[in-house]
């Protein structure tokens, strides 16, 4: 098929490659413009931008889609399918119409649930016990589009969002050249009112771990925010985040150290597995605990 690809973090790089190995025509990857990263704060191109330009394929990084030249220069591609996922724009009704079969997004969340821009990391923080993936037709409503196939995956106990995201993005790769090979026979599934859930932007806000809280929800955070923003609390004056917890027996008063990085909650106790402190990266935690020095209880 002739393919607009429209995607811009690393999520879906993975995507990209699995068509271009498929065979398909990419004939041209639409992706957020580059933007100031790093210490020098030098324009970086976006992932899919770098990785569309190592395979020979055109890239275009508009502002906006609204402007008629804009919609016009899209429909002059003349597509069969749009192949949608992370872009970060969007979409006109002109745009959606544009290919041959429209516009087809890939997902990560087993949708009505966790519709909107945070679906992995509000998994976590649920406890769901399972997520997974959507090739859903685009429509003018956020995520409202009918489902034409769905891959289905459970989360591991102590499973992060950095580790879900990348097996999600190899599953929707498969998925979408699936779902491409499969277009003329799939029936597409109206999403249900019944069950619909909003993942809302991650507000760093949100991070500060609350020992009040049980332990299945501190550790649900901590998995829910590695590797961003974090989840952390302040030691000695230092911002630590914690990049890994398990749920463990203990008892104590919310904070109080109990051995080690096991550290008390509201009900029961966790063991933080992964730790980074200020301007280094992240370590086990038992290598951390060799180079500080833990209060009896953290705030």
Not at 27 to 35: G, H, L, S
Not at 62 to 74: G, H, V, Y
Request: net charge neutral; with cysteine.
């Amino acid at each position: 098929m002739r393919i607009v690809f429209m995607g811009t973090p690393v999520f879906s790089v993975a995507a990209l490659e699995a068509l271009v190995a498929a065979g398909h025509e990419i004939v041209c990857a639409y992706t957020q413009p580059p933007r100031p990263a790093g210490r020098g704060k030098k324009e970086q191109p976006s992932p899919v931008q770098a990785r569309a330009e190592a395979l020979g394929i055109p890239v275009r990084h508009p502002t906006s889609l609204r402007p008629t030249e804009a919609q016009a220069e899209f429909a002059a591609l003349q597509a069969d399918v749009a192949v949608v996922v992370a872009y970060g724009l969007i979409l006109p009704q002109a745009i959606l119409d544009a290919p041959r079969h429209g516009c087809l997004n890939i997902h990560a969340s087993l949708l009505p649930r966790w519709r909107g821009a945070a679906p992995i990391h509000r998994a976590i923080l649920a406890g769901d016990a399972e997520t997974g993936v959507c090739i859903m037709q685009m429509e003018a409503g956020l995520d409202t589009g009918p489902v034409l196939l769905r891959k289905v995956t459970a989360i591991g106990a102590e499973e992060t969002t950095g580790e879900l995201h990348d097996r999600l993005a190899a599953i929707g790769a498969e998925a979408i050249v699936e779902a491409l090979d499969r277009l003329p026979d799939l029936r597409p599934e109206v999403q249900p009112d019944d069950g619909v859930t909003y993942a809302a932007k991650i507000d760093k806000a949100e991070a500060r771990v609350d020992w009040t809280q049980p332990a299945t929800e501190v550790a649900r955070l901590i998995r829910g925010l590695s590797p961003f923003p974090g989840a952390w609390c302040e030691i000695a004056g230092e911002r630590v985040k914690f990049h890994g917890a398990r749920v463990v027996a203990g008892k104590g008063l919310p904070g109080e150290v109990l051995s080690g990085f096991t550290i008390s909650c509201g009900e029961g106790a966790v063991e933080i597995t992964r730790v980074q402190r200020e301007g280094k990266k992240a370590m086990a935690a038992g290598e951390a605990l060799r180079g500080m020095d833990l209060p009896k209880r953290l705030g």
